[in-house]
Structure formats: C-alpha cells, structure tokens
Nanobody
C-alpha cells in the first residue's frame, strides 16, 4: 500500500507559478498511475490531470491544458504538478491520488485507491 503526501502549496499572485510535489512511501510507487485533483469550496472534486506509470503519457483537463505540467520521478517516488499562468479560479485544495489499475486518464475520483491529505493553493487577483 502506497501512502501519499502533498507539499508546495501556498499563496501566489495571478500569473505566477507554483510547483506541487507528491511524495510516495513504499517501493511500489511505479505500479501506480497518478492523478491530480482539486477541490474548491462548495464544489466537487475535479480532475486536473494524470500521468501513466512510466511517465510517458499525461492527461489534462481542458481548464489547465497548456498551463499545468505533470511529471514523475519513480526513483524518487515523487509526482510533480508544475502550475504556470495561475488564475484565481485555480484556487483549491490539491490532492494527488494513485490508481493501481488505471492509466492516469480516469477523471472519476472513486477509481483512485490512495489519496494524499491535500495542499492549499490560493491565487490572488
């Protein structure tokens, strides 16, 4: 069982950048496709993007495509979310999640087996 912990959130001005990290415990990290989700107050959890087990393939929600980049370093057991050109509507708690049986393209939160506690991202205007 993999355990996940996000970090790197904070307050940033619109147009700025932020890099989130998701650190995984254990040595089975490479078995999991990984997804990033976010949840704003009063809204349901939203798929941001995902990455395959090898890191060869990534998927992005239309709302972040061209601005966000997902990458992973399996040797370090870490997934990253590089966020550029941030907008106030990006404000949310960001979670990483692991899916043992998927490819990282599934937008449904309930198919992901493991979740981090989340890190707050606030974008000011």
């Amino acid at each position: 069982q993999v355990q996940l912990a996000e970090s790197g959130g904070g307050l940033v001005q619109a147009g700025g950048s932020l890099r989130l990290s998701c650190a995984a415990s254990g040595r089975t990290f490479s078995y999991y496709a990984m997804g990033w989700f976010r949840q704003a107050p009063g809204k349901e959890r939203e798929f941001v993007g995902g990455i395959s087990r090898s890191g060869d393939t990534t998927y992005y929600a239309d709302s972040v495509k061209g601005r966000f980049t997902i990458s992973r370093d399996n040797a370090k057991g870490t997934v990253y979310l590089q966020m550029n050109s941030l907008k106030p509507e990006d404000t949310a708690v960001y979670h990483c999640a692991g899916d043992r049986y998927g490819s990282g393209r599934n937008i449904r939160p309930d198919v992901y087996e493991h979740w981090g506690q989340g890190t707050q991202v606030t974008v000011s205007s």
